[in-house]
């Protein structure tokens, strides 16, 4: 239960980053050069030697990674901010856009010792389909912002995995930040996740947005076993309404199992009902 | 190995680490600060909880060196906090420990309870604590124990 060695730095800056991801001479052809930030899933990871890296570098100090700011219509969300500040949302320098969604969704990831370290890009980049962000950014079709040698790139967060745990960031790069939509006072949300104990990873996620100013009406279904499956138009969501075409998503996405399919359509029930009885 | 300065319970304190090191191998190993237990390794029993930088954080998953020159709290370093003394007191009569080793995590967690949420309700005292695994008292002496805090301190004159 004791991590095997790997050598650890700590940087200042994104380019000081970006350096210490290369490989360098001496390094073994397998090394694995690993950015981490609160260690929060890596940790455990590292200390059951499922991941043994050569080497880790550290973003969590760099001040550009924990920048919150807003452009016009999105907000970008530094990759190191950790979940605490977007549950504490102003108070913590993280506005909240979203009439209440990311502050509380961050409010019930793990366990608040958690989530003063764990960040929302390690929980991105980790990519592990149980974790609460990775359907969220999926249900808000949020944009993933990606520093590498060659500068920034951009990619929707529907192109940014292509599996569980297997992201489109190459080697030698790093997600920078996460930029989410500014919802209007029309908003509406849902989400809805089960869990067999308080801030266990979930079983089922259930997510529904609707914010007639921008013309949105999207649902996603998140699975433990494979990543989150949306549905996005206004008539396709309101159709989920119906158990029968749900379990046509459930088909979808492969979860055959009678009881998980049970949960699936638990999480969304529970979410339109939030929806019905919110006050507009 | 690495030298790494921490500032522990208000001291200075510099040791070499193996950058491998957990912050909660450094304290009881480097430190000699045997108060933080470790159970699981993994994060999910809370029995390493320490404050950093004032927030509880979970010292079995976070690396020494990510705390290189920041601020610890570990349960020895809250001998003149009025809070915990209350938290003491409190554990002691409502029988909220048996065997004690989930206490260091247990007190921590009360404390951020107590200072965060001071306006808690026995449900939301049992979410908040969802992190900390006891497997000698069933909780309810130790949801007894921070109601009684938190009573207390919402009875107490304004200050």
Redesign the interface.
Known sequence: ????????D?CDSTTQALALLQPRAGDADDALLLPCS???SL??M???RLSRPAR?V?L?RIPALNAVTRQGGRLRIGAAVTH?RIEDGDAAGVPDVTRGLLPQVAAHI?????R??GTVGGSLAHGDPAGDWVSVMTLLDAQLLIAGPSGERRVASSGFYAGPYTTALQAGEILAAVEVPVFSDRARWAYRKLCR???ELADAIAGLWFDPALGVARAVLGAPDGMPHTVSGEAAVQALRDPVAVGLQLDALHITDPVQRGWHQAMLRRAWLDIDTASP | M?PITLHVNGRTLRADS???T?LA?HLREQLGLTGTHIGC???VC?AC?VQ?DG????A????A??C?GRALRTVEGFADDPLMAQLRAAFSAEHALQCGYCTPGMLI?AH?IAT?LPQADEELIR??L???LCRCTGYRGIVRAIQRVLAERLSLPTR
């Not at chain 2, 927030?55 to 979970?58: E, H, L, M, Q």
């Not at chain 2, 079995?60 to 690396?63: E, G, P, Q, V």
């Open positions: 239960m004791k991590a095997a060695p790997f050598a650890y700590a609160g260690t929060q940790g455990p590292l200390n059951l880790l550290d969590s605490a793990a366990y608040r010792a958690v003063n370290r104990k308080p801030g | 690495t193996e950058d491998r957990s191998d390794e993994h994060g809370g909880t950093l927030a509880p954080v979970r079995c998953i976070t690396l060196a990510a290189q967690t951020d965060r979410l908040e969802a992190g900390n």
